[in-house]
């Protein structure tokens, strides 16, 4: 049998293909435009439902206003810091008149956006997340009311929780009560402004480099990151689940000491205990909250890897000062190999998918300005992250990293048993940046995401104001390195005259209540040195 040429037979057609394939590449290309534009009005539809949403829980909440008896609803108005209210809080007031029980009767709180409250979405402000309710609360927010508290209001966070700003293509940006034009940092920064603008008591965050201790910073007021699993992470949302390297924890926003020790009290409880039995049962050691024994505080004024702004060291030593005249003891305890845990624990730990995970939230919609910086780096060909060395290429070599982090961590515990330190005193990052600079200085992360490496307690006291003259002293910063990165921390703590600035305070695993017990010591001290200057 003849072979038929195929080519020849086309020919002979004598056909006119350019018609056809011109046809064919502008249907293919039209297809293509309609479906990017059918997906675009979807992610679109997306977040016109959770911002009409929130929209009608607020207008909900203005007409029970008197029931809240409190100032969220014109906080937010002018920081917007709310993600939406929670209506089922006007029935649970009702509830609880009858009852009258628990540490926390009737304290209204608020939650991060991550923190499953059922019936609304835990949306980590990416539309991947949008429109799947949570089905249950989260163990926290189940505690929280049998303590007699009413969770009110979720409030906002930055895209993806891995920033220290706080705004997202969902809700928008959240804005610093003591400056409109600075960001109240992140990720729990809804929490942070709505707190120190009157709008809440008490809120609940979380905190996986710095996110509950960052905004209380910028912000003004205390924050508290417990040890990891201290307090249930049961019900709480994320967009890179999985990552064991930098311990995530969930801990309390407030005003004062006081009020993070009464929360942290509250929480660990039978309840919380028979809720989650991955949590140890280990109750709140009022007797070691309540101590008034001499400290022997270590100390650093500078971690070697990130010069403090001048306000940051001038708070510093201000408060070391006082601690030294109130009859503690300081030792120089600097942190080991901060440059090589930094880069290949702690940053190599929390990038290494290649940032994939994070990047599969972000892809369904648009990226918010503060994370676009971020998403470059974590969008650059492989290659070019290769050069860099962020990736962790086998499980071999991740269960090696697991290693080297619990071998730096003994390291570390040994170093403060020789020193014989009870608790640990560094300056904490601040002033209060100007927007958008957050996600470019990762950099900055130093003196908070070691903590939760270590999984060591921290928390934040704010204990002074930016000076006049800490302001003129930026013209004079050169930073550790002089480079482009020291730069741009000027940049961004610029303008900052009047913000607040605070120190941050530390403890070995498990001593939470010593790390308190510190934070109020610290507290009431600069409170009376205060009233002290007055008079």
């Given amino acids: 049998m003849e072979r038929i040429n195929v080519q020849q037979l086309v020919l002979d057609m004598d056909i006119n293909w350019t018609p056809v394939i011109a046809a064919t590449v502008c249907g293919t290309g039209a297809l293509y435009l309609f479906l990017k534009w059918r997906n675009y009005q979807k992610i679109q539809k997306k977040i016109l439902n959770a911002r009409k949403r929130r929209d009608t829980s607020l207008l909900q909440a203005e007409q029970a206003v008197q029931q809240f008896k409190i100032r969220s609803l014109e906080v937010n108005k002018n920081l917007n810091c709310s993600t939406e209210i929670l209506m089922e809080s006007v029935a649970q007031l009702e509830d609880i008149k009858s009852q009258k029980k628990g540490l926390l009767y009737g304290v209204p709180i608020s939650i991060k956006d991550n923190v499953a409250y059922e019936g609304h979405d835990t949306s980590c402000g990416v539309v991947s997340k ?221 990038m290494g998918d290649r940032g994939h995970t994070l990047i599969s939230h972000l892809k369904p919609g648009p990226v918010d300005p503060c994370l676009r910086d971020q998403y470059i780096v974590l969008s650059t060909p492989g290659f070019i992250k290769r050069l860099i060395s962020v990736v962790l290429k086998s499980v071999a070599e991740l269960w090696r990293q697991h290693v080297n982090i619990e071998e730096y961590i003994q390291e570390v515990i040994a170093e403060w048993r020789r020193l014989n330190v009870d608790v640990l005193l560094c300056p904490m990052l601040g002033p209060a940046y100007n927007f958008n600079y957050c996600g470019r200085l990762t950099s900055a992360l130093s003196y908070t995401s070691l903590y939760n490496l270590l999984n060591f307690p921290a928390g934040v006291v704010t204990v002074s104001t930016v000076t006049e003259e800490d302001e003129a002293q930026l013209s004079q910063y050169t930073g550790a390195h002089g480079d482009m990165w020291d730069k741009l921390f000027v940049k961004a703590v610029k303008g900052g005259v009047g913000l607040p600035v605070a120190v941050q305070c530390v403890s070995l695993p498990w001593q939470d209540e010593m790390c308190l017990r510190f934070m109020r010591e610290v507290e009431q001290l600069t409170a009376k040195s205060k009233l002290t200057r007055k008079h």
């Fill in 130 to 350: 949008l429109d799947q309710p949570a089905l249950v609360d989260s163990v926290v927010v189940t505690v929280l009311k049998k303590q007699g508290a009413i969770p009110f209001i979720k409030t906002n966070i930055p895209q993806g929780l891995l920033n220290y700003d706080c705004s997202n293509p969902i809700y928008g940006e959240t804005l610093n009560p003591c400056d409109l034009q600075k960001s109240p940092g992140g990720s729990s920064g809804g929490e942070g402004a709505l707190i120190a603008g009157g709008g809440s008591f008490l809120g609940i965050g979380t905190d996986v480099a710095g996110s509950i201790r960052i905004p209380a910073s910028f912000c003004g007021i205390c924050g508290f990151k417990p040890t990891e699993r201290r307090i249930s992470v049961r019900g709480i949302s994320s967009c890179v689940k999985g990552q064991k390297s930098v311990s995530s924890s969930l801990g309390p926003l407030a005003r004062d000491v006081e009020s993070l020790a009464l929360c942290m009290r509250a929480l660990l409880c039978q309840d919380m205990f028979s809720l989650d039995p991955t949590v140890p049962p280990i109750p709140f050691n009022q007797e070691v909250y309540e101590s008034s024994e001499p400290l022997r505080i270590g100390y650093h004024e500078n971690d070697g890897y990130l010069q403090p702004s001048p306000s940051m060291a001038r708070a510093f030593r201000e408060t070391k000062d006082l601690l030294e005249k109130a009859g503690h003891t300081l030792v120089p305890l600097q942190p080991l190999r901060l440059y090589h845990v930094f880069h290949e624990l702690a940053f190599r730990g929390i």
